[in-house]
C-alpha cells in the first residue's frame, strides 16, 4: 500500500519496468537517455494522445487497468485508421504523490495486456508529479513495408461518389459511459445485462489493426477512426477531402445493446456518441465491394452507411431523405 | 487576445500547424490520424519527458516562448546524449481553456526556433484542455547510421579506470533558476550583469547535439545528459555500469557567471543544481584524449572531473582528498 512519496521515483520506475516486460526488440531499453533499435526501411507512422483526469477519465468510473489499457487502445486505433501495424510505445504519466504504488502498476499491467495482444511494446517513458489531475501521453509508432507508404489510408483521400462505411457498431461505447456516469435510473432506464454489455463497450474498446491493415492491402485509401462521433469525425475527413457526405440514419449499425437499452435514442448515439474507435471508411463502389469481403475474412462487420458527394457538409437523413439535426455533434476540447 | 475557449480546438490547431511550418520529410502531416513518412534502415532512438506547471515550469518565471524552446531542448538533450541525430518532435499539449491563444502560438514558435536549429520538425501532436496545471509532454525520435546502432552512447558501458569527463560548465543553470525564483535579494545577492548572465543559462540550455555524435564518433561509449544535477545523474551512470566514481571538486567546470556572483557555494552548485544539460561521458584515456580533440573541433569546451573506479558509490573529493557531502544531490519527483 505505498505511495509514490514512499517508494520514490526510481523505486516506481524499476517496478514499472518489471510490469512492462522486456523484449529482445530494443537494443537499449527504460534505465537510458532514449530507447534504441534496429528500424529496417519502412513507411513510418507516429500518433500521440493525452488523457487527463477528469476530461478524459474519471477513476470513480474507470479502474487503473482498464486505464492502461484504454491509454494505449486509443492510439492503437490512430496506427490501425492509417492501416499500418504498430511497434513501439512511450508513455508519460503524470501522478499526484499520494498515489499508490500498486494502482500505478496495475495501468501499466493494463497496458501490458494490450501490449502482448497487440504486439506493440513499451520501449520507455517518463514519470513526474502533479498536484491535480493524473495526466497520461502516449505515443506509438508503426510502420507499414517499404515501397507502401502510398498507400496508407488517410482522410484527405475521398472522392464524390465513394461509398462511405464504418466497422462494427456505433453509439454502445457513449451510452456505456452514460450508464457508469448516472447509473441506472438516468434518463436512460437500462436492464443491468444491457448496462453491463455497454459498460464493457466502453470499457475496452475493440482493436481494428487486422481491419485496417486489410482494407489497405484491398486499395482502400481513405479512412479515420471514430473517436469524437460519427458525425463530428465525418466532417473532418469531409473537409480534408474537399467534399460532403450523405448518412443515411437508418443505415446506421447500432450496438444490439444500445437498441435495445434505448430504442428511441439509439440512432443518435450512434451518430453522435463518440469513443467508437471503429473504423471510418471512404471507397469507389468496386473497392467497397473487395474491402467488404477482406473484413469478412478477418471477421470484422462493416455497412455501408452512405456516400461522399460533391456538395459540402454532412447530412444525415432519414427514411423520407429528410435531414435529422442531431443535438450533439461531437466534443471540442476547448468549448 | 481571444482565448481557447474562444477559439476552439480546431481553431488553435490551424493556427499551431502555420507556426510550426510544413515540411517535405512527411509524407502526412497535422490533421490525419498519425505522420507518415519513409524511414530509411537505421539505429532508431525516442526519447520522451513530460513537463508540467509548478514542478518543472513556473511561467510567472519563464515566458511562453522559452517554455517552448525549452521543452524541445530537453529532448533533443537525450538524443545528443544518445550520440544520435533527431528527426522529429511529437508535442502533446494539455491548456487552461481561459489561455490566451497567442500564448499559445508563441510556446510552438519558440519550438519552432529550435526546430529550425536542430533540424527535429514538430510532426504532430495533442492539444488537450486541463483545469489547473499546464502540462506539456515532447516526443522526439533520432537515429545513426544503419550499422552504427553499437555505436549509440549508453549508461552501462562505463568501465572502472576510464577518465570521466563533462561537457561546457555546470551549476549556472540552478543558479539562474534561484536568481528568478528569488529574485537579487536572495541568498546569493547577485550583481545584475551576471544575474542576467545566470538567467540566460537557464533560459537557453545549449544544445550538445555535435558534440554528443562527435563522442560517438571517436569512440566514446558511454555518455548521459546532466539533468538532475551531476552527482545524483552520476549516480544512476555508475549504477548502470556497476561501478563507482571519484570526482574531484576542484575540477568541476563553474559557470564563469556563477563562480563570480556565489564563490563560496559554486561548486555545490555545480555538483547537485541540475537542468545543465551537458554530456557526462567516461571512456578509456586513449579514447578520452580523442573525444577532447574532437569536441575542441567542434567548439565545445570539456573537462576532466574524475575516475570511474571499481568500488561502488560516487565520492566527491576536495583538494586534500577529503569527501565533501553536498546537501543536495538532485531531484526525486515523488519525494
Known sequence: MATLRETGEFGLITKLA?????????????????????????????TTDMLVEG????????????????????????IAAMGASPSFAFVSIGLRPETRAEDVIDLYAGMR??????????????????RSEIVLNVTVLGSVPVG????????DRGRPGDVLAVTGTLGGSAAGLRVLQRGFSSSISVAPPLAAQLIEVHRRPQLRLAAGAALRRVG????????????????KLCAASGCGATVHAASLPLH??????DPEHARAWAA??????????????????????????????????GRLNAERGVRLLDE????????????????
Open 55 to 78: 476530461n478524459h477519465f474519471d477513476l470513480a468510473l474507470t479502474g487503473w487497468h482498464d486505464l492502461g489499457w484504454k491509454a494505449l487502445a486509443v492510439n492503437l486505433s490512430d
Open 256 to 261: 444490439p445493446a444500445l437498441r435495445d437499452a
Open 18 to 46: 518489471q510490469t512492462i516486460g522486456s523484449t529482445t526488440r530494443l537494443l537499449v531499453g527504460i534505465g537510458d537517455d532514449a530507447a534504441a533499435w534496429h528500424q529496417p526501411a519502412a513507411g513510418m507512422v507516429a
Open 272 to 305: 453522435a456518441g463518440g469513443e467508437d474507435y471503429e473504423l471510418l471508411f471512404a471507397a469507389p463502389a468496386a473497392v467497397w465491394r473487395a474491402a467488404a469481403a477482406a473484413l469478412a475474412a478477418v471477421g470484422v462487420p462493416v455497412t455501408d452507411i
Open 148 to 155: 507502401e507508404s502510398d498507400t496508407l489510408l488517410r482522410r
Open 320 to 335: 423520407r431523405h429528410q435531414e435529422l439535426r442531431p443535438a450533439q455533434t461531437g466534443w471540442d476540447h476547448f468549448a
Open 113 to 130: 495486456a494490450l501490449s502482448d495482444e497487440s504486439g506493440c511494446f513499451v520501449g520507455g517513458g517518463d514519470t513526474v508529479s502533479v
Open 220 to 235: 482502400v485509401r481513405c479512412a479515420m477512426d471514430v473517436s469524437d462521433g460519427l458525425l463530428a469525425d465525418l466532417g
